[in-house]
Nanobody
Framework: QAQLVESGGGLVQTGSSLRLSCAAS????????MGWFRQAPGTQRLFVAA????????VYADSVEGRFTISRDNVGDTVYLQMNTLGPEDTAVYYC?????????????????????WGQGTQVTVSS
């Protein structure tokens, strides 16, 4: 069964950094767009960042632009989210997702509904 498994979350102080990882198992996602989303309690799941299959097209939410970096290792079938200068507003469960609607897609979707495979999430808590 195809799965995405996130790791790297935790409790950190304001201004700290974290790197989240998303590892694929059961099948390869190296040919597909991968994204990160986050959901704070009582709110909708929101787009954070996404990367196309080759890694040369990345998009970010305005709220994380310049602080977060998405990258991927297709050999290891892992996607990363480097998060710097974290603040309390970044506190959420972070989810990794795959858009498998089109193989080798160059565009990068930003909406939750376009992604069809999801991980279980990893909690990130930033204390002030």
């Amino acid at each position: 069964q195809a799965q995405l498994v996130e790791s790297g979350g935790g409790l950190v102080q304001t201004g700290s950094s974290l790197r989240l990882s998303c590892a694929a198992s059961g099948r390869s996602f190296s040919d597909y767009v991968m994204g990160w989303f986050r959901q704070a309690p009582g709110t909708q799941r929101l787009f954070v960042a996404a990367i196309n299959w080759s890694g040369d097209n990345t998009v970010y939410a305005d709220s994380v632009e310049g602080r977060f970096t998405i990258s991927r290792d297709n050999v290891g079938d892992t996607v990363y989210l480097q998060m710097n200068t974290l603040g309390p507003e970044d506190t959420a469960v972070y989810y990794c997702a795959a858009y498998t609607g089109v193989r080798f897609a160059q565009w990068v979707p930003r909406t939750v509904d376009e992604y069809d495979t999801w991980g279980q999430g990893t909690q990130v808590t930033v204390s002030s």
